[in-house]
């Protein structure tokens, strides 16, 4: 009983939006060209939402944020956001280009660099994204 109500001092009722992700743009390259209408792919932990897009001519693309309205709003503890970008194109393998990770702060958006032929390792798996800083 005392858990349920302290699980309840923690959340205050409230209409609001929950943010899962920020706004995702960047570029998608093969051996320096543009990757033209490959499907980029936004999804995030906590949620069933996601997001895609076409690349265009020049490989740009921007995808999301993804958010959801709630009832209840969290007021204490730092909120985790867990996001992915993954990569479709026709007649390929998928790729998980992109694995994005924050505690307590989810910046409005972010810029990626995508290039196909130049992976790197992040973590246990391959990354074909890199944050433009």
Do not use: W
């Not at 209409?15 to 936004?42: F, H, N, Q």
């Not at 730092?78 to 992915?84: G, L, S, T």
Request: glycine fraction near 10%.
């Amino acid at each position: 009983m005392l858990a349920v109500l302290g699980s309840l001092v923690a959340c205050v009722p409230t209409l609001s939006r929950r943010s899962y992700t920020p706004l995702i743009s960047g570029t998608l390259v093969r051996d320096g060209k543009p990757v033209v209408d490959a499907e980029i792919v936004l999804t995030a932990a906590f949620t069933d939402a996601r997001a895609s897009a076409k690349t265009d001519s020049e490989g740009r693309f921007h995808v999301g944020p993804l958010s959801e309205r709630q009832f209840m709003r969290r007021v204490f503890g730092d909120r985790i956001f867990i996001y992915k970008i993954g990569i479709n194109i026709v007649g390929e393998q998928g790729y998980t280009a992109f694995e994005g990770r924050s505690l307590g702060y989810l910046p409005d958006s972010i810029q990626l660099a995508c290039d196909l032929t130049h992976p790197s390792r992040q973590g246990k798996s391959l990354s074909y994204c890199s944050r433009n800083e």
